[in-house]
């Protein structure tokens, strides 16, 4: 199908969504990764297929397990989509969302959709909507022959990004840790992000001087704690690094504390504030970010709501003067900073595929990071194209 022919049946008539398939993968780790929270000993995602009756397909991405739950989420979540406009992403979004609330007639299953859907199993349902919502603005864009970041009024293909890793792996060091982190610099990172807070706080503080020192003053270190934290010890774990001229704590505070406690810890803190990625939708995060405990808004579009709710989030970031920097997925959100580039921090990526063992092999033209930047390509929606042998050989059963 030509452009014109597109634009000819985006005028004429609806685009039609068809079909909706779910490509589960996974692949083991070199070895065991652990953060504060949780050991990891694979490297997994869901890519989502979406097809429309004019034969354009969109591709999303899922971070969230289990893999199989969230698969039968999105599946079903197809049929009751199939025959909606395709670029229609609002109509589709609230169609699936408002399905988590009662209605008038919802407990019958009225209308032809089911009833309000069980509470207990919100995290899988807004991880299966961001997939087929992130497929929806994949197909928006191709649609309109545009890059996504284009459609939202960026110009540029490349924005600043920063490496993750620092991973806790059995028989490690100080000093292993400490080379990793240098590697990055070395490969072109002008920032870098640590793992921390899985030892007791004398051994953290001395890992994190550590890696201060093999990256050089000039890299900017950000601490990645994983809600290790109460109030109290988080104001001291904060004063015991701030020497190390520490650029964001990530978050900080057990899971269950909330936007005041952020208020309290920020006005104790020396460090700025970072949080986003485990809530699951912008209301959540609309408390934070208007708290003014936050200076840097993290929600992750492929984790929890997708595209729609990420643009969402960082529509109010900016109004708040809080800077954008979404939680990995580049290929996804890379977009999303080009959109916002006065207000956007960085993207995030994984400095080596100890963690990552999908990322770079699953796209033929993935993000490519150099000087400091991560580069995406110029063609139609996140400009991602799949490479087909590759999923086949790390498919999940």
């Known amino acids: 199908m ?53 034969g354009l397909t969109g591709y999303g991405k899922v971070h ?31 169609k699936l969302f408002l399905l988590t609330c009662p209605r008038p007639g919802g407990i019958q299953g009225s209308g032809g959709l089911p009833p309000p859907l069980p509470r207990g199993a919100r995290g ?14 994949d197909i928006k864009g191709k649609a309109a022959g545009l890059p996504v970041y284009k459609l939202l009024g960026g110009a540029r293909q490349s924005f600043f990004t920063y490496a993750t890793g ?30 921390c807070c899985w030892a007791e706080m004398s051994e953290e503080v001395e890992r994190i001087a550590a890696i201060r020192d093999a990256i ?16 109290d010890e988080c104001i001291r774990f904060a004063q015991a690094v701030e020497p190390y001229d520490i650029y964001w704590l990530e978050e900080p505070l057990h899971w269950y504390l909330q936007p005041v406690d952020y ?29 003014g405990a936050l200076r840097f ?32 997925a580049p290929e996804i959100h890379a977009h999303l900073c080009l959109a916002f580039p006065s207000a956007s921090f960085a993207v995030e990526t994984i400095g080596n595929k100890v963690r990552d063992v999908l990322g770079p092999g699953v796209y033929k033209n993935g993000p490519r990071v150099r000087n400091g930047e991560v580069h995406i390509n110029d063609a139609p929606g996140f400009g991602i194209e799949i490479d087909w042998d590759f999923v086949n050989r790390y498919r999940a059963q």
């Open 2 to 54: 030509t452009r014109n022919e597109i634009w000819c049946a985006i005028t004429e008539d609806e685009m039609k969504i068809s079909s909706i398939a779910v490509h589960p993968l996974s692949a083991a780790t070199d070895v065991p990764l652990s953060t504060a929270h949780e050991t990891f000993r694979t490297s997994h995602f869901i890519l989502v297929e979406v097809k429309t009756d004019d």
């Open 64 to 94: 969230g397990e289990p893999m199989k739950t969230i698969c039968e989420w999105i599946l079903r979540f197809g049929e009751i989509v199939k025959g909606m406009d395709a670029l229609g992403h609002a109509e589709v979004w609230e």
């Open 216 to 231: 050089g003053k000039d890299t900017l270190l950000m601490l990645d704690m994983n809600a290790p934290y109460g109030l």
């Open 263 to 291: 208020v309290r810890l920020a006005a104790a803190s020396p460090i700025p504030l970072a949080h986003g990625e485990r809530e699951l939708t912008r209301f959540t995060m609309r408390d934070f970010i208007a708290s």
């Open 166 to 195: 620092s991973y806790y792996r059995d028989n490690a060091t100080i000093e292993t840790y400490a080379n990793e982190m240098a590697s990055f610099v070395a490969s072109g990172y002008r920032a870098v992000k640590a793992k």
């Open 124 to 137: 899988h349902i807004m991880a299966a909507i961001a997939g087929i919502d992130i497929a929806l603005w």
């Open 297 to 328: 808004a993290q929600f992750d579009a492929t984790r929890y709501a997708g595209f729609t709710e990420g643009l969402r989030v960082a529509q109010l970031a900016e109004q708040y003067g809080v800077r954008i920097a979404p939680h990995l």
